[in-house]
């Protein structure tokens, strides 16, 4: 019981990552072009691990939060970066 509270709460933090990411890329990229390609990459790696995870569990439950976190996960470093280039005030690249 405990470890799927556990397991729901990281999922919720990755879910939050993703979108946090989704929302501020429009501001950090400079053409729609380049928006779209970096949307592309996060949601096709983000699935990708998610499979990969989903796929360590035969639980139905287990295998959906494995994989709401492995697609969260792919998106951490982005949300770190977008953080970062907000806090310094920086433009689009």
Do not use: N
């Not at 729901?8 to 929302?23: N, S």
């Not at 790696?45 to 492995?70: K, S, W």
Request: hydrophobic share 55%; net charge positive; charged share 15%.
């Amino acid at each position: 019981m405990f470890r799927y509270l556990v397991a729901a709460l990281v999922a919720g933090l990755a879910v939050t990552a993703a979108a946090y990411v989704h929302l501020r890329l429009p501001y950090f990229t400079a053409t729609p072009a380049k928006l779209r390609a970096t949307r592309a990459i996060l949601f096709v790696v983000g699935v990708g691990c998610g499979y990969v995870g989903a796929q360590m569990y035969r639980e139905p439950v287990d295998a959906v939060l494995a994989f709401i976190i492995g697609f969260g996960v792919v998106h951490v470093p982005a949300t770190a970066i977008l953080l970062l280039k907000g806090l310094r005030g920086e433009g689009r690249s």
